[in-house]
Structure formats: structure tokens, C-alpha cells
């Protein structure tokens, strides 16, 4: 159901269009209420959710391609910004100060274990 209101939902699927709005009303309460429609709900809404599902792939991707864009910009602060996420996402303490190099690299300066260091370069 598109909306919140039953009524309105019942309407646009064209049942009784020459009703008036409270016979409209009482007949979508008594349509949705029924175990065959509450049932067909469920696996739309179900579907939907599967079709909107977004994993931690999905979100590490984009945050890389934020940090890619952001580096070839020499975009530090947001590059910054994708990074810490990336890094707390993935379960990495997120490093406290990346800073631009002379050579354009970018490196980062922070309290990182070499596990967690090992673990972030990996996500780069």
C-alpha cells in the first residue's frame, strides 16, 4: 500500500467510486482486515524491503568511491570523513588525521594498531 490511509488506497484501486466517503472508509477497514489481504501485504512489503536491502558491500563500496573522487580532488577533509566511516563500518578505530603529503599520497597519522593499520590499507 503506497499510502497510510486505507481508505485513499481503496479508492484508487477503484473500488466503489459512486460510494460515499464513509461507506468507503467502513468497506477498506473490513477489506484490510481480511486474512487474505493482510497476507498479501506482508509479501509485498517483504519484497520491497528485499529490493531496498542494502548490505555493508554496498555501503563500503560507496564510501570508496567517495574517497576516490575526494582524493583525485585533493579533497582532504572529506576524504578525511570517508575514511573514518569506512574504517568504523568495517570495525577499524577510525584514524584521527589524514594529511596531504608532498607527493599528493595520502598518509595517516594516528594510534592505529598494525592489525588495524593492515585492516584499513585493505579497504583502500
Do not use: W
Given at each position: 500500500?503506497?499510502h497510510?490511509?486505507?481508505a485513499?488506497?481503496?479508492?484508487?484501486?477503484g473500488?466503489c467510486?459512486k460510494a460515499?466517503?464513509?461507506?468507503?472508509?467502513?468497506?477498506?477497514c473490513r477489506f484490510?482486515?481480511?486474512?487474505?489481504?493482510?497476507?498479501?501485504?506482508?509479501e509485498?512489503?517483504?519484497?520491497?524491503?528485499?529490493?531496498?536491502?542494502?548490505?555493508l558491500?554496498?555501503i563500503?563500496?560507496?564510501?570508496?568511491w567517495?574517497?576516490?573522487?575526494?582524493?583525485?580532488?585533493?579533497?582532504?577533509?572529506p576524504l578525511?570523513?570517508?575514511?573514518?566511516?569506512?574504517?568504523?563500518i568495517?570495525?577499524?578505530?577510525?584514524?584521527?588525521?589524514?594529511?596531504?603529503?608532498?607527493s599528493?599520497?595520502?598518509?595517516?597519522?594516528?594510534?592505529?594498531?598494525?592489525?588495524?593499520?593492515?585492516?584499513?590499507k585493505?579497504?583502500?
Open positions: 500500500m503506497r497510510g490511509d486505507q485513499q488506497a481503496y479508492r484508487e484501486a473500488y467510486p460515499t466517503a464513509k461507506t468507503q472508509t467502513e468497506n477498506a484490510f482486515a481480511r486474512s487474505n489481504v493482510i497476507a498479501r501485504l506482508v509485498l512489503r517483504a519484497e520491497q524491503s528485499e529490493r531496498n536491502k542494502i548490505t558491500d554496498d563500503n563500496e560507496r564510501f570508496i567517495v574517497a576516490d573522487t575526494c582524493k583525485e580532488e585533493k579533497q582532504f577533509a578525511n570523513q570517508a575514511l573514518a566511516h569506512l574504517a568504523r568495517n570495525g577499524v578505530e577510525a584514524p584521527t588525521r589524514i594529511q596531504q603529503t608532498t599528493m599520497d595520502i598518509s595517516i597519522e594516528d594510534d592505529l594498531t598494525p592489525q588495524q593499520r593492515e585492516n584499513l585493505k579497504l583502500l
